[in-house]
Every structure is written in C-alpha cells, then in structure tokens.
C-alpha cells in the first residue's frame, strides 16, 4: 500500500509541473501565429501605387537593356493598375507580356523583392545587326536589329564597340531601299560579310553597297572590289586568301584588290589612273 501512494504521488507531482510547459507552448505558438499574420499583412509586401511615375524610384528598377530606352518600359508600365495586393499574390507575367511587346525588346524577366516591396525588370535587349552609313567617314544615320527592325541611330549602344556590321548606301536606289528592307536582305548581307572574313581571316570593316553593280568590301588590311553580287560572288571572293600573302611584298600603297573577273586578279595602286601599269595582276585560276 505505501508503494502504491507513492506512485500516485509521484504522477500527481508530474501532472502538476506539465502545466507551465504546456502554458509556454502555447505561448510560442500564439506568438508564433501572431508574427506571422503581422508579417502576412504587413504593409512592407504592398508596392505604392504612384511606383511607376519615374525611373528614379527605389521600389522600381530596369536591369540589362542597353538599347531600348528606360522610359519606354516605363511608360508601358505606367499604362498597368498595381494591384492591391501582396507581392506575392500578383501575376508578373501580365508585365512581361506587356514589355516584350516593345520591337526591340527580346526577352524580359520580372523580379520581385520583399522588405521594401519592389520590382527589378531585367531585359535583353535585341542584337544590332547591321548599321547604315552613307560614307565610311560619316556617323551611322540608322542601324537594324534581329528580326529586321529599324532603329534611330541615336539608340546604338554608348559603347561603340558593340557596333554592327556597318553598310555604306544612300538608301536612294529604290530598288535596294534600307527603310524597305526585309530579313531575308539583312541576312545576305551578313553572309557576305561572314564569307569575307572567313576567307580573308580579318575582320570586316564596312560593306559598300552604293553601286549595286560594282560591291566592295573593306577588311582590315585591304579594299575589296567584288563586282556584282551573283551566283559567282563568293567563289570570287575565296580567292582573296591567296592574293592577301602576296600583298606584305608590295612596296606600293593598293586602293584596292580586284576580284571582279572570274580569271584573273589584279591589285590597283593609288594613283595610278594614267598609269599603264597602275593595275598588276595577281592571280589567276589557271596559276
């Protein structure tokens, strides 16, 4: 029997000393309930509603683009109400639909911020392509993009190397008109462009398109004369491998390497206009 009070005693000494822990659970859990309502409701996941009047806003920032202007975000996204509600209730993909319908945006991505609540858009910008002048002296006047959209020259990168392929033309040839062109025309002339510094081994520094029937093509050490642009161009153009070797001997100073006739080459030096022997040939298929 005095075993048996003991053990009861002992339970009731165990129930009583459970109740300040059972208190202090509970406690941490109506705090815990508490805090986070107050962080739920919290003012800190609301964006203010005014955010999109200028792009100098701390709750507000475009990331990336380098060619499409930061107010012409900004003023799509002034068209957009800002939801009252949490950030993290609200559908950015509504936003990027709207910006990617800029002509020279590529692809945007919305990025959401808690404690303060705010916005980062990141955008890529589309790649210049093409670049038109109408010397190889003078500033571009218009520049082209992927997918064949036109541009003000006064939106090309700040830094200018990241400058496209520049094309000399005066756009007044209307049957070769740059406001007109379309994607296919761009991409041929990148082609071109491509082939020359794959045979060549040199960078291209301008293509000059103002005579349809007479191209020439500037590389880093020489101007090309090419001739028409038909079915015979690029396998002109591939000669230009075996002629660049032989121009480090010449003492003369070259206006530019002729590649206009199918069989033989010629260089033509400055200068000699009246000269008889201001051409030299060079190379010929036959060697």
């Not at 109506?30 to 996941?45: E, H, M, P, R």
């Amino acid at each position: 029997m005095a075993n048996d009070g003991q053990n009861i005693k002992h339970r009731t000494i165990t129930v009583r000393s459970s109740k300040p822990l059972l208190f202090l659970r509970a406690l941490i859990i109506a705090l815990i309930i508490f805090s986070g309502y107050k962080i739920l409701t919290s003012s800190k996941w609301y964006y203010p509603q005014n955010m999109f009047k200028s792009v100098k806003n701390t709750n507000f920032t475009i990331a990336g683009t380098y060619i499409t202007p930061k107010e012409k975000i900004l003023n799509v996204m002034k068209k957009t109400e800002m939801p009252k509600k949490p950030l993290y209730m609200i559908d950015v993909k509504a936003f990027e639909d709207m910006i990617s319908e800029i002509e020279t945006v590529k692809s945007v991505h919305v990025r959401r911020y808690w404690f303060p609540a705010r916005l980062q858009i990141v955008v890529e910008d589309k790649k210049p392509v093409i670049m038109i002048a109408s010397d190889e002296n003078a500033k571009p006047a218009a520049f082209f993009v992927e997918g064949g959209v036109l541009l003000s020259a006064d939106l090309l990168p700040a830094n200018s190397e990241l400058y496209p392929l520049k094309i000399l033309t005066t756009g007044s040839d209307p049957k070769d008109n740059f406001i007109n062109w379309k994607e296919d025309r761009i991409n041929q002339l990148l082609e071109l462009a491509d082939k020359a510094a794959l045979y060549s081994g040199e960078d291209v520094e301008y293509i000059d398109i103002r005579d349809l029937n007479n191209i020439f093509i500037k590389i880093k050490s020489v101007l090309i004369d090419l001739g028409e642009m038909n079915d015979g161009a690029y396998e002109r153009l591939q000669t230009i491998s075996a002629i660049l070797p032989y121009l480090k001997d010449v003492d003369k100073k070259i206006e530019y390497v002729d590649l206009r006739w199918d069989v033989t080459k010629y260089i033509k030096y400055e200068g000699k206009e009246d000269d008889e022997n201001g051409d030299n040939t060079v190379q010929s298929e036959n060697g």
